[in-house]
């Protein structure tokens, strides 16, 4: 039996008290291991230590997660952030790099919230640093004064667009999915290809259209809401984690494959 797919889950850099730490969210780390079916294994944010290659070798795939965080608008020549605006910037200069080096090397990605905005920036596309501010918007923010479990219940309907990622994965023309997030797509990066849209018309998930892989095409997709809380309750969300779980395991296949090949072994 193949090994489980070692998978990557981006981690924020943070100060608590008086000690730095590489953090991520329990719900993305369980995700990956209920649902996606992978080992996950956190990626600190040590650009200025770690390459993308150093990274890439050892992964099956990864999980760019969401963040209390944004991305600092410099990268995508947006004006300056509002002031009390959270960023992290060794989370950014880990991330972005990644993203490009792992869709280039057919690295499964899937990008959730910051992520999937992280995704658009990597390739060349910019973000409304506040959605509601924005044109025709609705506000796509939660109401922090609820519960959790009310934070995170749909929101909005989702609309998926036909002959795409997410349709083949089985989903409906519409789903109604949560909503948790004060930024969203600008400028859509070249090379994304929409997968759905809001009602209101903004970009709420896309996939990479040219992402390589020996014999075929890498999963490579970006999702503006959350999937992984309380997947395996919501089929439309699980078939993204499984779907992205099968890639990883393709990857490992390949990988062992061609291990076994090598002289000597």
């Known amino acids: ?50 390459s993308p290659s150093d990274i890439l070798d050892g992964l099956d795939g990864i999980l760019f997660t969401g963040s209390p965080s944004n991305i600092e608008p410099f990268h995508y020549r947006g004006p300056a952030s509002a002031p ?21 090397a057919g690295v499964p990605v899937l990008g959730i919230c910051r992520g999937f905005q992280e995704m658009n920036v990597a390739f060349g596309g910019s973000l409304h640093q506040r959605v509601h501010e924005a044109g025709p918007f609705m506000d796509h923010r939660e109401d922090d004064s609820q519960p959790v479990e009310v934070q995170y219940g749909p929101a909005h309907a989702l609309h998926v667009q036909p002959g795409r990622v997410l349709a083949g994965l089985g989903l409906p023309a519409q789903i109604e999915v949560n909503s948790i997030h004060g930024q969203g797509v600008e400028r859509l990066a070249p090379g994304l290809r929409i997968e759905a849209l809001a009602p209101d018309g903004l970009i709420e998930a896309f996939s990479v259209e040219e992402a390589p892989i020996e014999g075929g095409k890498a999963f490579a997709l970006g999702v503006q809401w959350h999937p992984e809380w309380q997947v395996s309750s919501n089929p439309h969300y699980l078939a993204i984690f499984q779907a992205f779980g099968d890639a990883c395991r393709k990857r490992v296949m390949q990988r062992d494959a061609n291990a076994s090949q090598k002289p000597g072994l």
């Open 1 to 50: 039996m193949s090994r489980l797919p070692l998978i990557g889950v981006t981690a924020c850099s943070r100060q608590i008290g008086l000690h730095a730490y590489h953090i991520s969210g329990d719900k993305y780390v369980r995700a990956v291991a209920v649902a996606a079916k992978g080992v996950p294994m956190i990626l600190p944010s040590l650009a200025d230590i770690l």
């Open 84 to 104: 009390g605006t959270v960023h992290d910037p060794a989370r950014d200069a880990s991330t972005l790099p990644l993203i490009r080096a792992a869709v280039a």
